[in-house]
């Protein structure tokens, strides 16, 4: 019940410690118009604001005005809630505030410096909840957490970074659905929609909310970036490919999967010192490598690393930076969130540049033959990304140096223009096109179902119809790789079989090798595994898969020396290891991506 007073008492603070800034009075202003509701018509709003001009302490001020008892605060991913956490429980913020990230990895209230676990049956008792849409749309597609649903409803809503539900497959329908919910209930709605990069045809045209709701704020970083684009060819990995090649200082690569950020890591790991970040870790290595990542690169951090090398997981949310970046050819929306960690507080007096890598096949003729194209492909997002590359190219000829509000204002531009808004309706239809098959078969009718009993250990079981996609839990052996390039391999697993905790997850299509049966990791498993492990030997392989959803029994992705002794065997040619490097965990990687046929090189 005091949660309005104390973001109140945490503004209060910015004014003392800034006084007579303008900053605070123009993200005053932006959180008042966000706050005006008009009679009759739905308070569902847009914050459109760049990259670092604090829309976090915006959102919170709209909070304030609206007269907040709870926020719910909604993600995408588990890292922009991670991202989250760190600044609500600053002490800049809400220090003093029960506040509780609530995820399928992390359950935990924060409070007054303390931390503890969120008490089972306790979920959603902050008074700031920071979550992801998965947590919310339980409340949907179980039919078993109504309650969910009725707390979505009461609480004031902040939907963060809500660009990246755009293609993502079932998500896009019920973030509109739970859209469509706040908008019934019209002038008393309080939902807030938070991004850099609106997607101004998402939201208008699909979202159904008025360009007149969409209220932004000017940059406050004057800084000015010399945006670059290379070609490349996709093969070469030497120094002619920036994604590959050795950096300077506080610079960021940020690629479009973890394996290319993997390779470019474990080619400069002896030269260059450098921090590897991307999803494909177990858990206590997630955690400490973003925590490791936000202490060295955050403002004023330690800058105990030169070098950022990532997946996409570091493109939104994140609050640190860096003084030049090098990025893979991505999405409008993309591009602008990584560009997003370059300078990001504004206090290099050097033009800061940004470096986007294309393939030569794309730059040239657009073809879609690449690795790049084909990944973008499959997220919906190609020909808007072609589309902005054209747009941006065209624009950039004469003059490639330009501040964050030219660069945003070339965003709008894009959107405006017919061809942009034409390439970013097709990407969606397409993405909305896969939304409806996957509902189709991961959504059940409304049936009731009788209470299952919960394991002992608390362990809850993978869902069958998860919308994330079907993901199974997985061991792997360790695979140690040096500096030089040797590769080792210890008798070792990712993981204890007794720590639960530290469990990995990989999804089935990449177990079963994408339909390819000469890259099947699960039937070597049904060869191999009972003789190996001295355990029952399952009927049919696809039992394995069904076992795999508990954390007890999952998936060998790869053996051990030691075990595969005792088959006379050897590795399968496109087993999964967990690569250990010179310096720090690489996560989990096929063999085949770690060594060529020649032997210990990459």
């Known amino acids: 019940r005091g949660l309005k007073q104390e973001i109140q ?21 932006v959180a008042r118009q966000l706050s005006e509701a008009d009679d009759e018509e739905s308070s569902v709003k847009v914050l459109n604001g760049p990259a670092g001009c ?12 609206t007269n907040a008892r709870k926020i719910l605060w909604i993600c995408p991913r588990v890292q922009v809630c991670q991202g989250l956490i760190k600044d609500l429980t600053s002490s800049d913020y809400l220090f003093n505030t029960s506040i509780e990230i609530n995820t399928g990895e992390f359950k935990t209230i924060y409070q007054s410096g303390k931390e503890r676990d969120t008490p089972e049956g306790k979920e959603f008792s902050g008074d700031i909840v920071v979550t992801t849409i998965d947590q919310i749309s339980n409340s949907i597609i179980t039919h078993k957490k109504v309650t969910t ?113 993997q390779k470019s890591f474990i080619q400069n790991q002896s030269a260059e010192n450098a921090i590897l970040f991307h999803g494909r870790y177990k858990k206590s290595d997630k955690q400490d490598i973003f925590d490791r990542v936000f202490e060295s690169f955050q403002r004023d951090g330690r800058k105990q690393y030169d070098v950022l090398r990532a997946g996409p997981i570091v493109q939104a949310s994140l609050n640190i930076t860096c003084d030049r970046m090098i990025t893979e050819f991505t999405s409008a929306e993309n591009w602008l969130q990584r560009l997003g960690r370059l300078d990001r507080f504004g206090t290099n007096k050097e033009v800061n540049d940004y470096i986007t890598v294309i393939p030569q096949t794309l730059a040239i003729g657009g073809k879609q ?54 390439a970013v309706e097709q ?76 469990n990995l997850t990989e999804s089935e299509e990449r177990i079963l090798g994408y339909g390819n049966s000469e890259q099947d990791l699960r039937a070597f498993m049904f060869k191999k595994h009972h003789s190996i492990k001295r355990v029952k030997k399952v009927h049919k392989d696809f039992m394995l898969s069904n076992e795999a959803r508990s954390p007890e029994t999952p998936i060998y992705l790869s053996y051990t020396p030691e075990d595969l002794k005792k088959v006379e065997g050897e590795p399968h040619p496109f087993a999964m290891y967990y690569a250990i490097g010179s310096k720090q965990a690489i996560g989990s990687i096929s063999i085949n991506n770690l060594i060529t046929q020649k032997g210990g090189t990459l």
């Open 9 to 29: 008492d945490c503004l209060n603070g910015f004014i003392q410690r800034f006084p007579e800034s303008q900053r605070n009075a123009q993200q005053a202003e």
């Open 149 to 261: 649903l009725v707390t979505y409803m009461n609480a004031h809503v902040v939907f963060d970074e809500y660009h990246e539900y755009i293609n993502m497959p079932a998500f896009n329908l019920l973030f509109a659905e739970f859209i469509e919910c706040k908008k019934l209930q019209k002038n008393k709605a309080k939902a807030l929609l938070v991004s850099a990069t609106p997607n101004y045809f998402f939201v208008e045209e699909f979202l159904g909310i008025e360009g007149q709701e969409i209220k932004g704020i000017e940059s406050f970083n004057q800084s000015t970036y010399r945006i670059q684009f290379t070609t490349i060819d996709e093969g070469n990995k030497d120094e002619g490919n920036p994604l590959y090649k050795l950096q300077p200082e506080n610079t960021f690569v940020i690629s479009n999967t973890a394996l290319t950020a």
């Open 427 to 502: 990407d969606l239809k397409d993405a909305l096109k896969q939304s409806a098959n996957v509902l189709t078969v991961n959504l059940l009718e409304p049936i009731s179902f009788p209470a299952r009993k919960k394991p002992k250990d608390g362990k809850v079981k993978i869902s069958k119809n998860s919308l994330r996609g079907s993901n199974l839990f997985v061991q792997m052996a360790i695979a140690n790789v040096q500096e030089k390039g040797e590769i080792t391999f210890p008798n070792n697993y990712a993981y204890e079989e007794s720590d639960l905790d530290a």
């Open 54 to 65: 604090g829309k976090t302490k915006i959102a919170l001020e709209w909070a304030a005005n």
């Open 369 to 422: 033959v690449s690795r790049c194209a084909k990944f973008l492909h499959s997220l919906h997002s190609l020909q808007s990304a072609k589309a902005w590359h054209e747009f941006l190219n065209d624009r950039i000829l004469e003059n490639p140096v330009h501040n964050l509000s030219e660069i945003y204002q070339m965003y709008q531009e894009f959107y405006d223009s017919d061809k942009g808004r034409n």
